[in-house]
T-cell receptor, first 113, second 112 residues
Framework: NAGVTQTPKFQVLKTGQSMTLQCAQD?????MYWYRQDPGMGLRLIYY???????DKGEVPNGYNVSRLNKREFSLRLESAAPSQTSVYFC????????????FGPGTRLTVT | QKEVEQNSGPLSVPEGAIASLNCTYS??????FFWYRQYSGKSPELIMF????GDKEDGRFTAQLNKASQYVSLLIRDSQPSDSATYLC????????????FGQGTILTVHP
């Protein structure tokens, strides 16, 4: 039981390049989330998927797209990376969107030069 | 005004002391409250959650919630150097139904 897994762990991009961050969970959770964490800013929600087949914008969605591929997998895509997207990205999942706690993956450290 | 506010610290306490971490929130409709611990370079891990007014104890940790004052706190008794981490307060419910809103975190250092 691996919980929430993310790939890659580290990535360096040049401005304008694209990439997809992958996330998978094996807890049979319905809801999945993407956050970014910047120094002194806490965690900010980028996009979330309340259930398979649905996605919604969070607090900071500009410059990102997501795909809920199936119940297990939720990917985050940067179409044209910018230095402002340098951050640590965390994927999380929860049983549902209600009161249930969220479980986080190990994170992806992304640097855009 | 930020929706969830924490003192960023750092908070420094001696080993064996009580560490007190505080968090205020602005949405009166918030229903559930979480404390996550995050070691440097690692992901957040849930240590406590509380839904009702009052205290909730789990080992050395006590979460306290006062909805009238829109205040939630985490007490760590008998602090250990291994408790040194960033503690994130998160709030769910109200206008942000189902979504967690995080504070910026408080850095705690426990020195021997």
């Amino acid at each position: 039981n691996a919980g929430v897994t993310q790939t890659p762990k580290f990535q360096v991009l040049k401005t304008g390049q694209s990439m997809t961050l992958q996330c998978a969970q094996d807890m049979n959770h319905n809801s999945m989330y993407w956050y970014r964490q910047d120094p002194g800013m806490g965690l900010r929600l980028i996009y979330y998927s309340a259930s398979e087949g649905t996605t919604d914008k969070g607090e900071v969605p500009n410059g990102y797209n997501v795909s809920r591929l199936n119940k297990r997998e939720f990917s985050l895509r940067l179409e044209s990376a910018a230095p402002s997207q340098t951050s640590v990205y965390f994927c999380a999942s929860s049983e549902a969107m209600g009161l249930n706690e969220q479980y986080f993956g190990p994170g992806t450290r992304l640097t855009v030069t | 005004q930020k929706e969830v506010e924490q003192n960023s610290g750092p908070l420094s306490v001696p080993e064996g002391a009580i560490a007190s971490l505080n968090c205020t929130y602005s949405d009166r409709g918030s229903q559930s409250f979480f404390w996550y611990r995050q070691y440097s370079g690692k992901s957040p891990e849930l240590i406590m959650f509380i839904y009702s007014n009052g205290d909730k104890e789990d080992g050395r940790f006590t979460a306290q919630l006062n909805k009238a004052s829109q205040y939630v706190s985490l007490l760590i008794r008998d602090s250990q150097p291994s408790d040194s981490a960033t503690y994130l307060c998160a709030v769910k419910g109200g206008t942000s139904y189902g979504k967690l809103t995080f504070g910026q975190g408080t850095i705690l250092t426990v020195h021997p």
